[in-house]
């Protein structure tokens, strides 16, 4: 089944302590974002890759890292967690980056304490 | 960068009732619109988009969307409300680059029996 796969659904943690949130995708698509989604402000993007190595920021990139080492995989990584990184965050693969329609996982909910 | 203001962040219908969403953007150039589906718990579906051509687009699960270049709008509308139409629907839209997607701040869509 093609699906984009977020890892883990549900995660708390204290302010200051690394975390990783994954993603995989099983659609051999080279174009992966990362997007917060947060009550009355929508879906926000956070980093977007174009493919292999290719990584750029969005709008929010302060206080994230990505990388893009194989196509299939896109982490988000938060060196120092705070609260205010509190947030549904959600991974997004298309075929290219040439508007092709999003693929969405199921999301990741992080409470940061 | 792209705007994106959805009008009314809860809308109500009755079963059987036209359902109309409003979406109008910013943008200086002809972009790329789409609308999405958020059923609880999950991530963003794909109910339609806009490229080129005719500006009325049809999409899943009856649905269907006018790109209004005058009016720089991108209503949702459908005839008649299903209780399965029940979730959040979010516009977005990106240029020509492609690489960067911007959603409203979603419409929650509730159906009354």
């Known amino acids: 089944e093609a699906q984009v796969t977020q890892n883990p659904r549900y995660l708390i943690t204290v302010t200051g302590k690394k975390l990783t949130v994954t993603c995989s995708q099983n659609m051999n698509h080279e174009y992966m974002s990362w997007y917060r989604q947060d009550p009355g402000l929508g879906l926000r993007q956070i980093y977007y890759?174009?493919?292999?190595?290719?990584?750029d920021k969005g709008d929010v990139p302060e206080g994230y890292k990505v990388s893009r080492k194989e196509k299939r995989n896109f982490p988000l990584i938060l060196e120092s967690p705070s609260p205010n990184q509190t947030s549904l965050y959600f991974c997004?693969?298309?075929?290219?980056?040439?508007?092709?329609?999003?693929?969405f996982g199921n999301g990741t909910r992080l409470t940061v304490t | 960068a792209q705007s994106v203001t959805q009008l009314g962040s809860h809308v109500s219908v009755s079963e059987g009732a036209l359902v109309l969403l409003r979406c109008n953007y910013s943008s200086s150039v002809p972009p790329y619109l789409f609308w999405y589906v958020q059923y609880p718990n999950q991530g963003l579906q794909l109910l339609l988009k806009y490229t080129t051509g005719a500006t009325l687009v049809k999409g899943i699960n009856g649905f269907e969307a006018e790109f209004k270049k005058s009016e720089t709008s991108f209503h949702l509308t459908k005839p008649s409300a299903h209780m399965s139409d029940a979730a959040e629907y979010f516009c977005?839209?990106?240029?020509?680059?492609?690489?960067?997607?911007?959603f409203g701040t979603g419409t929650s869509l509730t159906v009354i029996p």
């Open positions: 977005a839209v990106s240029e020509w680059t492609g690489n960067q997607f911007y």
């Open positions: 997004a693969s298309a075929p290219r980056g040439d508007n092709s329609p999003l693929h």
């Open positions: 890759s174009m493919n292999v190595e290719v990584t």
